[in-house]
């Protein structure tokens, strides 16, 4: 087991500011951060809220790419592990490995509803049942499934298509900074009343991207050796969990309403059903294969890789939309029942 308490440190204080900018989306608009539903909101063109969801995720990918500009591959604090892993260490994934496990996180992030932001941060929480069943499933099936790829499959560097950090994290910069001030734009230009839904996203993602940097949550490396059970075994990133709960513990249950709208937009359905069971189940397998859900992939922009921009993120969209129509279907099945 590897124990570092600087990396413990910043992984406490990562997941108190991942708890911060959840708390402040639904302490203010009384929404659940989710990243597998943002995500897919987004590659679907959701018209009520693509614009807002557009800047959250946007200003994530900034967040990560400020950070990355100061701190590069040092370690935020002295003594800790480096800030970002080295661009090979990300490419380890392989393109195969990515395809799988960008299909399998997509396919069972859509089906179980969820991914570690939506049932993890947001769903423990609020106490959710179903949340709860979800981060048994997902978090089981990513151990057995990461332990044993480490005993099997031994991952190697493919080639890059930019060996070049400067230049993919200012462009991930510039891009992303772009995107965020479009979001924000566009939903004020769709209603000028709900100009601040972006402004409110635009900090959100800025908050919860440096709290992924910052506790360890933006390297592949530091996920998988949380997930592999072996001598090298990494347990900081429970700290993650631990600080961002603990915060959301306390501030998801404040108020009656949110303070900026009628009432609370939370998930109604509290059934712990196959779809969740089995979602819930096969986003950990992916989980433990690469190593990385939508947020932390997201982070990874400024390290730009053929094998998460590419292939990962693209594989994770058509995972979902196949979720979708498999969701839909045993829907029409369970009706003739």
């Not at 900018?21 to 897919?40: C, D, E, N, P, Q």
């Not at 480096?82 to 299909?103: E, M």
């Not at 001598?231 to 700290?239: G, I, N």
């Not at 590419?310 to 279907?329: D, E, T």
């Amino acid at each position: 087991m590897i124990l570092n308490l600087k990396d413990i440190y910043l992984a406490a204080a990562g997941g108190l500011l991942i708890g911060l900018a959840t708390s402040i989306h639904y302490l203010l608009k009384g929404r659940v951060t989710g990243f597998s539903g943002i995500f897919y909101s987004l590659i679907t063109f959701d018209k009520n809220s693509f614009y807002w969801k557009l800047s959250l995720m946007s200003s994530v990918v900034l967040s990560s790419s400020l950070l990355f500009k100061y701190y590069g591959f040092t370690p935020i604090l002295e003594g800790a592990s480096p800030s970002f892993d080295p661009i090979n260490q990300i490419s380890k994934i392989g393109y195969i490995g990515a395809a799988i496990a960008g299909f399998l996180v997509g396919f069972g992030t859509k089906l179980g509803n969820g991914c570690t932001s939506g049932h993890g941060v947001c769903g423990l929480p609020r106490l959710s049942v179903r949340s709860m069943a979800a981060v048994a499933s997902f978090m089981t099936f990513g151990i057995l499934t990461a332990t044993l790829k480490d005993q099997v499959v031994l991952e190697q560097p493919t080639q890059l298509l930019i060996d070049n950090a400067n230049i993919t994290n200012t462009a991930a910069m510039v891009i992303s900074g772009i995107l965020t001030l479009i979001g924000i734009i566009g939903q004020t230009k769709q209603n000028k009343k709900t100009m601040i839904d972006a402004i409110i996203s635009s900090v959100v993602g800025l908050v919860f991207g440096s709290g992924l940097v910052i506790s360890g949550m933006a390297k592949r490396s530091k996920i998988l050796g949380f997930l592999t059970f072996n001598k090298s075994w990494d347990p900081s990133l429970m700290f993650v969990m631990l600080g961002a709960v603990s915060l959301n513990l306390i501030t998801f249950n404040l108020l009656d309403k949110p303070i900026l709208a009628e009432k609370w937009d939370l998930p109604t359905n509290k059934k712990i059903d196959f779809k969740l069971l089995l979602g819930a189940s096969i986003f950990g397998i992916g989980w433990g294969i690469g190593g990385l859900c939508p947020g932390p992939a997201f982070s990874l922009f400024p390290q730009f890789t053929a094998q998460i921009a590419c292939v990962f993120l693209p594989c994770l969209a058509l995972g979902q939309i196949n979720a979708n129509k498999f969701s839909q279907y045993l829907d029409q099945k369970s009706k003739k029942f």
